[in-house]
Nanobody, 121 residues
Framework: QVQLVESGGGWVQPGGSLRLSCAASGTIFSVTAMGWYRQAPGKERELVASITRRGLTNYADSVKGRFTISRDSAKNILYVQMNNLKPEDTAVYYC???????????????WGQGTLVTVSS
């Protein structure tokens, strides 16, 4: 079974920084696109940032210049460095990846369980 496990969430004051990690585990043939999404209370889930296997990145306008997405393709780990955090960044952050199962060779869209980020004074 393939799964994604996030870590690194927590509470931070406005202007602070956090780094989220997401590790893929299981029998994996390959991991292609990976991304971070977030869902604030009462709002729909939205894309924060994504990165292809070749390292091409895409960011939501609201986080450009503050967040940096990266990945360790050898270890199948995804990161996002979040700087200058604002109260409106408060949300549950989810990791997402397109993974080819190493046994069935079937492509799967996999979601992590989410990690809460709270930005407040």
């Amino acid at each position: 079974q393939v799964q994604l496990v996030e870590s690194g969430g927590g509470w931070v004051q406005p202007g602070g920084s956090l780094r989220l990690s997401c590790a893929a585990s299981g029998t994996i043939f390959s991991v292609t696109a990976m991304g971070w999404y977030r869902q604030a209370p009462g709002k729909e889930r939205e894309l924060v940032a994504s990165i292809t296997r070749r390292g091409l990145t895409n960011y939501a306008d609201s986080v450009k210049g503050r967040f940096t997405i990266s990945r360790d393709s050898a270890k199948n780990i995804l990161y996002v460095q979040m700087n200058n955090l604002k109260p409106e960044d408060t949300a549950v952050y989810y990791c997402n990846a397109l993974i080819t199962n190493g046994v069935t060779l079937v492509d799967l869209e996999v979601w992590g369980q989410g990690t809460l980020v709270t930005v407040s004074s």
